[in-house]
């Protein structure tokens, strides 16, 4: 069955940094393209970023361009989210997501808060 399983959440003051990680299984991870999304309290799920599986190009939302990098490791089966310049508004729960036969499947989510 696939899973997903997220870490390096954490508390961080404005204008640090953290790297999330997402463990995957259940699935052949190279073939598809893995997303992270982040919710905050009271507001809905939102897209952050995507690495596709051919060619490893990426998208990013745009609040967080420039400032938050997603990579893959294909051997590790493993998603990355390396984060920079975190501001307040990055504050949120993030949530590993991979679209399989179809279907959605997320991790259990990290929070992340970033605060002084």
């Known amino acids: 069955q696939v899973q997903l399983v997220e870490s390096g959440g954490g508390l961080v003051q404005p204008g640090g940094a953290l790297r999330l990680s997402c463990a995957a299984s259940?699935?052949?991870?190279?073939?598809?393209?893995m997303r992270w999304y982040r919710q905050a309290p009271g507001k809905d799920r939102d897209l952050v970023a995507v690495?596709?599986?051919?060619?490893?190009?990426?998208n990013y939302a745009d609040s967080v361009k420039g400032r938050f990098t997603i990579s893959r490791d294909n051997a590790k089966n493993t998603v990355y989210l390396q984060m920079n310049s975190l501001k307040p508004e990055d504050t949120a729960v993030y949530f590993c997501?991979?679209?399989?036969?179809?279907?959605?499947?997320w991790g259990q989510g990290t929070q992340v808060t970033v605060s002084s």
């Open positions: 997501n991979v679209n399989y036969g179809f279907k959605d499947y």
């Open positions: 259940g699935f052949t991870f190279s073939m598809y393209h």
């Open positions: 690495i596709f599986s051919t060619g490893g190009s990426t």
